[in-house]
């Protein structure tokens, strides 16, 4: 076969996957490496720009822990973490917010305009997008008893208004959300950047959640997993091989299910054009969980 002819092929490929993803949309957690190297930013930036005029819908939630951490170091302010979480005091949110919303979020707005987007920053405080109240987390103390921590100013998402994402959509602009809420009571809150992504894609009644991650997806004792069910989840989780850092994300995905959206993938954002290759490919990356 000549070098044309699996040009061809490749766009033939793409062809039922643009026709049913057409006027859909589709949620994407931005983070890790594909948020910090070069050449990554650039191919996810084009890979969203695309997307949206080949007439499907993206929706970007980003994160940016390590420029929050940078800044923070920087400034000497003082951060306690329990249990990896980081408690969130009135200065640190300060931070956060400056970080997430006026720096990060903007990078991210000027790289896919660069690429001929049309895109809107914005955080989870405009347009009373997402509301949240404090997140209080329980651990289980040495006797076996159930202890909540208060984290600070770190919340958890109660509701999501998706108005103003649906009317950026049905003018052209892709939204570019960061993860910062305020509660009824008007406080400014840190949220998990890929809980915020799953409330987002819940709200939105979105067709896929996608994850973008370091690692190749869920691996079960080395190997990846994918086309897994909630069932499988609870017990790779019971059994201990799904732990960490993952489990946040899988649960993430599977309250994203249980309201409706389709299908959720974590898939591995080193990879340069790794959304295209999920959305637009029939072997897709990284791993699947789906309804069922």
């Known amino acids: 076969m ?14 039922p996957y643009l026709i049913n993803y057409s006027g859909k949309t589709i949620v994407i957690k931005y983070g890790g490496a594909a948020m910090v190297e070069e050449e990554l930013k650039a191919s996810f930036a084009e890979d969203i720009v695309l997307l949206k005029y080949l007439g499907i819908n993206p929706v970007v939630v980003h994160g940016g822990g390590p420029e929050i951490n940078s800044l923070i170091k920087s400034l000497n302010l003082n951060t306690q973490f329990i249990r990896g979480h980081r408690v969130t005091d009135v ?9 997430l919303t006026g720096k990060v979020n903007k990078q991210i707005v000027s790289l896919i305009q660069e690429k001929g987007g049309k895109p809107v920053g914005l955080s989870g405080k405009d347009g009373s997008l997402a509301i949240a109240e404090k997140y ?26 998706p108005n103003i994402l649906l009317t950026l959509q049905r003018e052209g602009f892709i939204p570019i959300i960061s993860p910062v809420a305020m509660s009824k009571e008007g406080q400014t809150l840190n949220i998990n950047a890929d809980t915020m992504a799953g409330a987002i894609a819940q709200a939105l009644h979105a067709d896929k959640l996608i ?9 079960i ?10 069932v ?9 091989q799904i732990s960490g850092g993952m489990i946040p994300k ?9 309201s409706g959206v389709k299908r959720a993938h974590i ?3 080193r990879v340069p054009h790794s959304v295209l290759i999920e959305i637009l490919t029939n072997q897709g990356i990284g791993s699947l969980i789906e309804q069922g």
């Open 2 to 15: 000549n070098h044309q002819s699996e040009k061809i092929n490749h766009i033939l490929e793409a062809l």
């Open 91 to 99: 200065a640190t949110m300060e931070v956060v917010e400056m970080v």
């Open 136 to 161: 209080l987390m329980e651990v289980e103390t040495e006797e076996g008893k159930t202890q909540k921590i208060d984290l600070g100013l770190v919340g958890e998402i109660t509701s999501v208004d």
């Open 211 to 219: 994850l973008l991650t370091d690692t190749p997806g869920i691996l």
């Open 221 to 230: 004792d080395g190997q990846l997993v994918t086309g897994l069910k909630k």
């Open 232 to 240: 499988d989840i609870h017990r790779y989780i019971k059994t201990g």
């Open 250 to 258: 899988v649960e993430c995905c599977l309250g994203a299910i249980d």
């Open 267 to 269: 898939i591995d954002g």
